[in-house]
């Protein structure tokens, strides 16, 4: 595994088709804690995300090396749809219309399924994004397994694609409980490129003085935290080491402190 630049039509594209996924995860699953039922997996054995299984069987999965979305039953492909020449709007059509010819009558939530503009996207990129996710995926959660105490899988997020995990210093809920999120973002407006990041709520302003090497403070999140740009990961000669350390060093002055 191995970092890459990463293409921001490739971003768009599978956020936009990753959201098709999490309509099917939210036809198939129970609620979770914390949100979870919104999340995504990677898989195992391929270059994909999965909702994991479902409630009327199988798993759907987005796969990045040859973008399609397919559907896996007991280790069968019950139909594989590519993604190439396809608006958000029509895959998802598709894909229910596929499932239909299985004679599985579901009924998603499309409410967030509105882009009529044409995929664009080469396969290069859109698997150079699933490299650099999953290499990281694979640092921070090498550190997450040290974490003590109560603490959510590193899952990915269909809305906002971004890698993130919750510590909370005892059993709770994040929208009432102390905790910590740490995660790995390929994106937004505000930052302007990929980046690492963490927050703490309630706020703790005090570790702004106490940050990883080459981490910023930033204030206009709903609760402060602090970014390490992936220009500077991508260009470091240790990235692993810079990624990891920097996990690390956020837990442990976290963790000393939030109560």
Avoid at 89 to 118: R, W
């Amino acid at each position: 595994m191995s970092l890459h630049p990463l293409d921001p039509k490739a971003i768009h594209t599978m956020h936009q088709a990753s959201k098709i996924l999490l309509t099917a995860r939210l036809l198939g699953s129970d609620p979770l804690p914390n949100g979870l039922r919104h999340s995504l997996l990677p898989t195992l054995n391929e270059f994909a995300l999965t909702t994991g299984r479902l409630s009327f069987g199988g798993e759907l999965r987005l796969n990045f090396t040859n973008p399609s979305i397919h559907y896996v039953q007991d280790g069968k492909t019950l139909f594989d749809v590519p993604m190439d020449g396809h608006t958000q709007t029509s895959l998802f059509h598709q894909v229910y219309a596929e499932f239909g010819k299985l004679g599985l009558s579901l009924t998603p939530d499309e409410s967030k399924i509105t882009e009529n503009m044409p995929f664009e996207f080469t396969p290069k990129n859109t698997h150079a994004l699933y490299e650099t996710m999953i290499t990281i995926y694979g640092w921070i959660a090498s550190v997450k397994a040290r974490f003590l105490g109560f603490q959510t899988p590193l899952v990915w997020w269909a809305h906002g694609f971004d890698l993130s995990c919750l510590w909370f210093p005892h059993e709770g809920d994040e929208h009432t409980d102390s905790h910590l999120n740490i995660g790995f973002s390929p994106g937004t407006p505000d930052i302007g490129e990929p980046y690492l990041y963490f927050y703490v709520y309630p706020p703790l302003l005090e570790i702004q003085n106490d940050l990883p090497h080459g981490m910023t403070w930033v204030t206009n999140w709903s609760a402060p935290g602090g970014v390490l740009r992936y220009s500077q990961i991508i260009a470091s000669p240790e990235p692993a080491n810079l990624v990891m350390s920097s996990v690390w060093h956020i837990y442990r002055t976290v963790s000393s402190r939030l109560k």
